[in-house]
């Protein structure tokens, strides 16, 4: 069994930063790619940033130069480093995990969310 928390999510004037993270526990053998994905009041989730094993990361246009996505790969933990907030990044950010298990599953494992505000 898998899990994955998140932290670090809260209301932040535009402009400012936040830094959230997301740590998955259990019976994990190995990461192959994590990221983060939001998604907006009446809108699809999106992609956000990832980031593939090798180091490999990707980034929405929209976030490019503002947010980077960065790993402990020894607690199995991904962050996203927020930047120069804007209103529109207003979301529920999840993050997300492809990740072989010690059973030999391969799959793909989501975290419960949390909420970003950005006030104007």
């Known amino acids: 069994q898998v899990q994955l928390v998140e932290s670090g999510g809260g209301l932040v004037q535009a402009g400012g930063s936040l830094r959230l993270s997301c740590a998955a526990s259990g019976s994990i053998f190995s990461i192959a790619a994590m990221g983060w994905y939001r998604q907006a009041p009446g809108k699809q989730r999106e992609l956000v940033a990832g980031?593939?094993?090798?180091?490999?990361?990707t980034y929405a246009d929209s976030v490019k130069g503002r947010f980077t996505i960065s790993t402990d790969n020894a607690k199995n933990t991904v962050y996203l480093q927020m930047n120069s907030l804007k209103p529109e990044d207003t979301a529920v950010y999840y993050c997300?995990?492809?990740?072989?298990?010690?059973?030999?599953?391969?799959?793909?494992?989501w975290g419960q969310g949390t909420h970003v505000t950005v006030s104007s």
């Open positions: 980031i593939a094993s090798g180091g490999t990361t």
């Open positions: 997300n995990m492809v990740l072989l298990t010690t059973q030999s599953l391969l799959g793909k494992y």
